[in-house]
Nanobody, 122 residues
Framework: QVQLVESGGGLVQAGGSLRLSCAAS????????MGWFRQTPGKEREFVAA????????YYADSVKGRFTISRDNAKNTVYLQMNSLKFEDTAVYYC???????????????WGQGTQVTVSS
């Protein structure tokens, strides 16, 4: 069992930056690939970024490529999402997830956090 807790969300102006954190407890963090997803009301949850167990491989949705960076610190059991050049359309609840494979597909992730709200004002 893995427990995930996101933090770092908030209100930011367009063009600004935020860094989300996701702290994991429970089983060995480094044995899981990690992903970030986001969801806005009335829409399906969508993939944002994913990172392999070792951190050697990262993957991004086209909509955030070049602006967002996913990273992890296995010694701290934490995964991060650095978000720069934020746009109004990045407004969403952001979720971190843990699973066996770094993937854009939700079904590969077994554990999910409760989410953190990011609001970008235009």
């Amino acid at each position: 069992q893995v427990q995930l807790v996101e933090s770092g969300g908030g209100l930011v102006q367009a063009g600004g930056s935020l860094r989300l954190s996701c702290a994991a407890s429970g089983r060995t963090f480094s044995s899981y690939a990690m992903g970030w997803f986001r969801q806005t009301p009335g829409k399906e949850r969508e993939f944002v970024a994913a990172i392999r167990r070792s951190g050697a491989g990262t993957y991004y949705a086209d909509s955030v490529k070049g602006r967002f960076t996913i990273s992890r610190d296995n010694a701290k059991n934490t995964v991060y999402l650095q978000m720069n050049s934020l746009k109004f359309e990045d407004t969403a609840v952001y979720y971190c997830a843990a699973g066996d494979t770094a993937s854009s597909r939700e079904y590969v992730y077994d554990y999910w956090g409760q989410g953190t709200q990011v609001t970008v004002s235009s």
